[in-house]
């Protein structure tokens, strides 16, 4: 049976039919992009997910009582991992596409559209956000939640990822501006022992954190009495808006302080010192670059700093960031990343005989799945096809109109293909789109719940 004709339905049904911890899926003939460094391209391969894991990935393979699923012409490729996205502001998409800076960003909406969220605001903006993500095959989003005005805003976030059936990372981080109960971060030990229990869950914990206090003050600074926090509570650190010169000072000051390593991640990271970034490297600190909005919005330098991290050694994560004047996917900021960089490369060396240090499109494709699932503290669990880790997968039209032929799949993947090119999204091996329209949801009444809270949060105004 093939997923995208008049048998896709009965395929769907039939998964749903049986249950999620017996369930096996055989998807055969596909050229499989595993991300795997030791697995590679499979051409004409077959995949087999038992549950809500990978079983087996190779050619001819044969499974009893499996629903097996005809995936020639397609690409089944690891799902993509957003590495930071502040979700709760999605019903004001594009609402200043031009904006100037940053500066205006954070009045607009941090010092304005934020004070006067409820928390069914943050429900529906978080939900909206994840369902987007999924239609555009990201399986795996790291929430920056930085709106949470009490613990009832915390959980309608928490809420909107599980209702989606996401991969969440819920980043917890108290609000810059207005009125909030001042709950953050004590309250990171409630929401922990709430939602976040086991380690063998869609959901996951990290405390969200500012590098400085130029922009909220010092309560939302990163530093050792909030690496404590994390560090009790077993849980890693995202630290947004690091650049220049006063981030760079900071970034030396951690790594002195001992709280820099694998488990924090910084943000952007533009416009840094060399020193700072021989401190990263040498502990192993992750980065999440957002390229289009460091691009669009201008921070700092305005350039990707995707060089500065390669050249000490991390391998960085993709992010979308900000809604409001930004892209909502993840294709965009693949091709956005390997322009500038390649730009940046050969004007670096125009007009003299070197040659340029380019990036390829397997690199940003490794940025957008393995290495973001290890920014993010999944690389065991998401990332790449690889049996033993979850089936976090996308099926992706070959030969549709603006894809065929296949000539590269990964060049196919980075540069050819959208959202409407694909075709399923499994997540944990749960479908979350099939034929491609996103599962279980009513579009009707969402449109109407976003549109209401859109008018609610645009005429009240700031507290």
Known sequence: ??????????????????????????????????????????????LLVEGDAIAAIGAHLTADDAVVVDATGTILTPGFVDTHRHAWEAQLRRIMPDVDDLGGYVMATLAGYATVYRPEDMYIGTRLAALTAIDSGITTMLDFSHNSRTREHSDAAIGALRDTGIRGVHASMGPHFGEWDRQWPGDLTRIKDQYFSSDDQLLTLRLATLATDEIAGPALAYGPELARVAKDLGIGVSVDAV????????VLRWAKDGVLGPDVTLIHSTGLTSEAWKAMGETGTTVALAPTSDAQIGLETAIPAVDEALSVGIRPGLSIDVEVALASDMFTQMRALHAIQRMRAVNAVHGTDQQPSRITTHDVLDFATLQGARTNGLAGVTGSLTPGKKADLLVVQAEDLNNM???????????????????????????????????????????????????????????
């Not at 460094?37 to 077959?46: A, F, K, Q």
């Not at 650049?243 to 900071?250: I, L, P, V």
């Not at 296949?406 to 293909?417: C, E, K, R, Y």
């Open 243 to 250: 650049f220049g010169t006063s981030s760079s000072e900071a």
């Open 1 to 46: 049976m093939n997923l995208s004709d008049t048998a896709g339905a009965a395929v769907l049904e039939e998964l749903r039919r049986r249950p999620a911890d017996r369930r096996r899926i055989l998807f055969t003939g596909a050229t499989i992009v595993t991300m795997d460094p030791d697995l590679g391209v499979i051409d004409r391969g077959d």
């Open 405 to 463: 032929p296949l000539n590269d799949p990964i060049g196919t993947l980075v540069l050819g293909s959208d959202a409407r090119n694909i075709t399923a999204v499994l997540i944990n091996g749960e479908p979350r789109k099939w034929d491609g329209q996103v599962l279980d949801v009513n579009l009707a009444a969402l449109r109407s719940e976003v549109h209401a809270s859109r008018e609610y949060v645009l005429n009240t105004p700031a507290v």
